[in-house]
């Protein structure tokens, strides 16, 4: 078993509050709605969006290597725009990983946007070793997604707002 940790942080021209809205407050509704190539739905299992949530994002065929993740609200910071999580079932659990914790945080800019702060610590299956390669390419996925939510979120300027 091997404890590991990666981390990423991009700069994004979207105002925090406005990210924090559509990503993290109505994410069930806004990311299968930008990103339909990655997920078919997200549904929330149990509670009301805060702390202790349950939500289940399935993702599209396309995504080969699982069809769904369930994940648990940890904390939810809206003033300080931070979110952490917990995957609890699916996904790369019981294959690769024995646990992996999430947190996001939005730092805003005074030159405007935020700065998109998103580090993931895992615990590895007795016997298996991080994937360096599958961890650039987790990266750049989720680089990816979020380019495509700025973009979204700067061609709609009153969403989220």
Sequence with gaps: MVSGSSSTEEVVQ????RL???????????????LPEVFTS????????????VKQLNFTPGKKDFSFIKERVDEL????????????????????LSSACFEVK????KEGGCVARW????????GVQPDEGKLKEIK???????????????????LYC
């Design 77 to 96: 910071d809206e003033e300080n725009f931070v979110y952490k999580y917990t995957a609890i079932e699916g996904g790369p659990l019981g294959k690769q």
């Design 140 to 158: 750049e996925d989720s680089f990816g997604m979020l380019k495509k939510v700025e973009q979204y979120l700067l061609s709609n300027p009153n």
């Design 119 to 126: 580090t993931c610590n895992y615990e590895t299956l007795p």
């Design 42 to 53: 997200i549904t929330i299992l149990q509670g009301d969006g805060g702390v202790g949530t």
């Design 20 to 34: 924090w809205n559509a990503t993290t407050k109505d994410s069930h509704n806004f990311l299968p709605k930008v």
């Design 106 to 109: 939005l730092v805003p800019r």
């Design 14 to 17: 979207v105002e925090a509050r």
